[in-house]
């Protein structure tokens, strides 16, 4: 799919917590055909400190209303300004970027894990397996419930295994810890959420010959495979999370 | 109707607009947002004799009006390029440089003598000013006898075009211009990045693995813009100026300090359709000002400087 630098126009931008917003956006043109794991390179106006487009991955897509939406945490001057969005100003992106979660075999049984803001793309690739007929499970991790973020909307898409930190809102632990890990044999995970979740998923599911894939959040500058700043070292040496990425089966990466 | 034509010695470029290495790959992955053949030329990213994995992660951090990379010369090396590049650059309507870089004066010379074999790269920009390699790279152009000597060493293998790209962490970068026209190259091109530090203030460490790091963007372009004047005024070879151009204006602001051509470097990873955006700019500022071609607009600050 050709990639492309758009204008599109913010319609909704609604705060989830103190520090997560969701903005919808919709466009003039026909949106691309977007696949799961893919991100947008957001243009930041007005933040004279933010220099760089912040790689933003794609929570939803809605082809029919030709709308897509980014869940977005506020870690700095960029993001911060982004979250003062309001509907009707304009977000200049340049997508779709970077690979996508494979698809499963027929068959297998999935779980999506996820946790924090780490969650945004989950729920585009739960639509999207949904859609082509599967039924994914889903294991979400939060630091307290006061951080739990569109539950009803993961409720959607199947059963959804909850663990908070502080066990104010499902088991108490992290989401290595949840019972259904041990209870239930998954043929495939899909993971995003802090680094150290992933690495965590990532031991668990190779200890246990499940595939895993998971996607990074490395520092990036272009977005497009050229400034090469945003490489992960794998088994094929360094590569570019954007181009290359940033879904990487866990075996091809040296953790 | 502008001409917006410069050469190197016999060698044409239909426009000024050049990208900068290591800011464009290797071209192709633009061709979604631009025509690359309306470009005057590509810089494909530094090369090397044998492949380069570059420094560890994180090798890039964003810093006020721009940003710090410590890539390291990153690249799969000549013979990839020779065998996986090079067949295609036919099919672009402009002139692809490479970018030559090495950690020994051995390196520079044997690069340079494979890319003399490649009958459509009609000339090289001899990096001696990459500050993120451990060896080579800078080493040599921060030293006058070593910049000498690599360049006198090139120009003896070397039958095109020869660019030198120069650092700008130095005393005096007019005299590594001077050295660089004595030993026969044909044009210089400035400026290489600034060395500089970032630091992460909440974890207490360097930003990056390499500690150190090269700067690029807007906040180099008054640096960059007193070095091409300088430069310009010191030699008679073509001076390709460097450094922060964002917009047409930017570009222009090089010309009329001096510099016969430009190379879009950072810009195009926050707009990857800058460089076409520039080289539109600059022709309708040509025709607004009345100039005919980019000779009589060509430094043309120095005519109300004493």
Same mark, same amino acid.
């Given at each position: 799919m050709a990639k492309r630098i758009e204008d599109l126009k913010v319609i909704d931008n609604k705060r989830l917590t103190d520090d997560i917003f969701v903005i919808e956006l919709s466009a003039n043109n026909k949106i691309p055909e977007l696949f799961p794991g893919q991100f947008v390179q957001v243009k930041v106006e007005n933040s004279p400190g933010t220099f760089l487009r912040r790689p933003i991955s794609v929570h939803d897509v809605d082809y029919f209303q030709n709308t897509i939406s980014l869940l977005i945490q506020i870690a700095g001057t960029g993001t911060s300004s982004l979250s003062k969005l309001a509907a009707g100003n304009n977000l200049n992106?340049?997508?779709?970027?970077?690979?996508?979660?494979?698809?499963?075999? !027929?068959?297998?049984?999935?779980?999506?894990?996820?946790?924090?803001?780490?969650? !945004?793309?989950?729920?585009?690739?739960?639509?999207?397996?949904?859609?082509?007929?599967?039924?994914?499970e889903i294991l979400l991790g939060f630091r307290n419930s006061k951080r739990v973020i569109e539950y009803e909307r993961y409720a959607e898409l199947g059963p959804v295994y909850l663990t908070t930190e502080d066990g104010s809102m499902g088991q108490k632990g992290y989401i290595t810890g949840h019972s259904v890990l041990s209870e239930r044999q998954f043929d495939r995970i899909y993971c995003c959420g802090p680094e150290p979740m992933m690495k965590a998923v990532a031991s668990y599911s190779m200890e246990k010959g499940i595939e895993c894939e998971v996607s990074l959040e490395n520092l990036m500058a272009c977005g497009i495979g050229v400034c090469l700043c945003c490489v992960t070292d794998t088994v094929r040496g360094h590569v570019c999370t954007c181009t290359e990425g940033p879904v990487f089966n866990v075996n091809d990466l040296k953790w | 109707m502008v001409n917006l034509e410069f050469s190197i010695g016999d060698l044409k470029f239909k426009n000024p607009v050049l990208t900068a290495s290591g800011t464009f790959g290797y071209g192709a992955e633009f061709d979604d947002f631009i025509d690359i053949s309306r470009l005057g030329g590509i810089i494909v990213k530094g090369t090397t004799l044998e492949p380069r994995e570059g420094n560890p992660y994180p090798r890039m951090?964003?810093?006020?009006?721009?940003?710090?990379?410590?890539?390291?010369?990153?690249?799969?090396?000549?013979?990839?390029?020779?065998?996986?590049?090079?067949?295609?650059?036919?099919?672009?309507d402009t002139n692809v440089v490479v970018n030559?870089?090495?950690?020994?004066?051995?390196?520079?010379?044997?690069?340079?003598?494979?890319?003399?074999?490649?009958?459509?790269?009609?000339?090289?920009?001899?990096?001696?000013?990459?500050?993120?390699?451990?060896?080579?790279?800078?080493?040599?152009?921060?030293?006058?006898?070593?910049?000498?000597?690599?360049?006198?060493?090139?120009?003896?293998?070397?039958?095109?075009?020869?660019?030198?790209?120069?650092?700008?962490?130095?005393?005096?970068?007019?005299?590594?211009?001077?050295?660089?026209?004595?030993?026969?190259?044909?044009?210089?091109?400035?400026?290489?990045?600034?060395?500089?530090?970032?630091?992460?203030?909440?974890?207490?460490?360097?930003?990056?693995?390499?500690?150190?790091?090269?700067?690029?963007?807007p906040a180099v372009k008054p640096v960059a813009l007193r070095m091409v004047w300088q430069v310009a005024r010191a030699v008679r070879i073509p001076v390709i100026g460097i450094g922060g151009i964002m917009t047409a204006t930017d570009a222009i602001e090089f010309i009329l300090a001096g510099a016969a051509a430009i190379q879009v470097g950072t810009a195009s990873f926050i707009d990857p359709a800058a460089s076409v955006k520039i080289l539109e700019g600059i022709e309708q500022f040509m025709i607004r000002k009345g100039f005919s071609n980019l000779a009589e607009m060509k430094g043309r600050i120095n005519d109300v400087i004493s």
């Open positions: 992106i340049v997508y779709p970027l970077g690979n996508h979660f494979s698809i499963p075999d !027929a068959g297998e049984k999935i779980l999506l894990a996820g946790g924090g803001c780490g969650v !945004a793309p989950l729920l585009f690739l739960g639509h999207y397996l949904i859609s082509e007929g599967y039924k994914p | 951090a964003e810093t006020p009006s721009g940003m710090l990379n410590a890539v390291g010369l990153q690249n799969k090396g000549i013979d990839y390029f020779e065998e996986s590049i090079y067949p295609h650059i036919k099919d672009y030559v870089n090495g950690s020994y004066l051995e390196d520079y010379v044997a690069l340079a003598e494979r890319v003399s074999h490649l009958d459509r790269i009609p000339a090289i920009e001899l990096n001696i000013s990459c500050p993120n390699v451990k060896m080579g790279g800078m080493a040599f152009g921060t030293n006058e006898d070593s910049a000498r000597e690599v360049i006198r060493a090139v120009r003896a293998v070397y039958r095109g075009k020869l660019i030198v790209k120069l650092s700008p962490n130095v005393t005096d970068i007019v005299a590594f211009a001077r050295i660089s026209e004595e030993e026969g190259a044909d044009s210089v091109s400035l400026i290489n990045t600034l060395l500089g530090l970032a630091v992460d203030a909440e974890r207490m460490r360097p930003s990056l693995s390499t500690i150190t790091g090269g700067l690029s963007g």
